[in-house]
């Protein structure tokens, strides 16, 4: 590569939204892959077949299949720029799942969602109603996911053609996990579930029926953690919701 050619790849790193370097060496991510062994040749999958989203989720039966799916579906875009999937974390039994938006820095590097300093935030959030994703306990835990399993560059908010990629597989971790509540995190989340297009501000705090497979589900909108850390005022909204989460919580 020449130095104009470098000088170009570069700017179209930090248009892709690279904002850091994750290695001390440089990764060449053009070179061809090393060839596999041909022992480990016999143990790898074939790869899932582009875009068919909703008939390789469809074919999963747990959770852990839906993971391994996801580690073999290519078609995402965002998959090329992170490090790591990110699927999910909490308690599979738990009553309630929570959903966000996308993983951040943090959950791309550990490979699991809320673990930064929003995920932080939603622990103590969750941990003064007396939930937590770590209790075995179905009735004080949360399962938690995204609508996106892949960091999208620098942080930005994904797509709509993005999330929608990836709903089948969110659509059949609630089919299989089976949650008696939905809370949903900011808009992206509410807005895919909903089918709706009103912000946040206008949803949350709201219950919602949300219906799959024959079975409706109470869908609760809230504020992103996210939003709260730029916008401390506004957590006794999220104060308000979590409230109310804790009350029908209680009543099942
Ligand atoms: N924000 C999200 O929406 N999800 C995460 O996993 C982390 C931050």
Not at 88 to 112: C, Y
Not at 116 to 133: C, E, H, T
Not at 136 to 153: G, H, L, Q
Not at 234 to 241: G, P
Request: hydrophobic content about 45%.
């Amino acid at each position: 590569m020449t130095p104009v050619e470098a000088a170009a790849a570069l700017v179209w790193l930090v248009d892709m939204g690279a904002d850091e370097v994750v290695q001390e060496a440089a990764a060449n991510r053009l070179a061809p892959p090393p060839a596999p062994a041909q022992q480990e040749l016999a143990n790898v999958a074939p790869p899932a077949p582009r875009g068919d989203a909703a008939s390789i989720a469809a074919a999963c039966s747990s959770l852990a299949e839906i993971e391994q799916a996801l580690s073999r579906f290519d078609a995402c875009p965002l998959k090329k720029t992170a490090t790591r999937l990110c699927f999910a974390d909490g308690n599979p039994q738990a009553h309630v799942m929570l959903i966000g938006e996308a993983p951040g820095r943090e959950e791309d590097e550990l490979g699991k969602p809320f673990v930064g300093r929003s995920g932080q935030l939603l622990d103590r959030m969750l941990a003064a109603i007396g939930v937590s994703r770590a209790e075995s306990d179905p009735a004080k835990s949360v399962f938690i996911t995204n609508t996106i399993y892949w960091r999208p560059p620098g942080n930005r908010t994904p797509t709509e053609t993005e999330t929608q990629m990836c709903l089948p597989f969110l659509m059949r971790t609630i089919e299989l996990q089976k949650p008696r509540f939905i809370v949903c995190l900011g808009a992206t989340p509410t807005q895919r579930l909903l089918g709706r297009n009103d912000g946040i501000l206008k949803l949350r705090g709201k219950w919602f029926d949300f219906g799959q497979a024959g079975q409706v589900i109470p869908l609760l909108a809230t504020l992103h953690p996210a939003y709260l850390l730029r916008q401390p005022a506004q957590k006794r909204l999220a104060w308000r919701d979590f409230l109310a989460l804790a009350e029908v919580m209680a009543k099942n």
